[in-house]
Nanobody, 115 residues
Framework: VQLVESGGGLVQPGGSLRLSCAAS????????MSWHRQAPGKERELVAG????????NYADSVKGRFTISRDNAKNTVYLQMNSLKPEDTAVYYC?????????WGKGTLVTVSS
């Protein structure tokens, strides 16, 4: 089982980034997918989640209206489009796959929002 995040980097406040998480080794379409983040000195928190078919999503209040989660089950990939980024969005972003008590995590990708 592998979850590999990509797309992180340094961006100025107000900018955009698109994170990707490529999955392999399990039946991707059966798993609810989500993005989480952990800022320095803080606990990991849920950013956004998406149902198996993609028809239902949920977001942390802090990112509503700015971030969009989506998935492509044909490509075994989940995305996080991040717009209007703020310095407080700086964190390591992790991809999670969840089904029937099973949880898989990626190693994370660093997003730094700074001028």
């Amino acid at each position: 089982v592998q979850l590999v995040e990509s797309g992180g980097g340094l961006v100025q406040p107000g900018g955009s980034l698109r994170l990707s998480c490529a999955a392999s080794g399990f039946t991707f379409s059966m798993y609810r997918m989500s993005w989480h983040r952990q800022a320095p000195g803080k606990e990991r928190e849920l950013v956004a989640g998406i149902s198996r078919g993609g028809g239902s999503t949920n977001y942390a209040d802090s990112v509503k209206g700015r971030f969009t989660i989506s998935r492509d089950n044909a490509k075994n990939t989940v995305y996080l489009q991040m717009n209007s980024l703020k310095p407080e969005d700086t964190a390591v972003y992790y991809c999670n796959a969840h089904w029937n008590g099973l949880d898989y995590w990626g190693k994370g990708t660093l997003v730094t929002v700074s001028s």
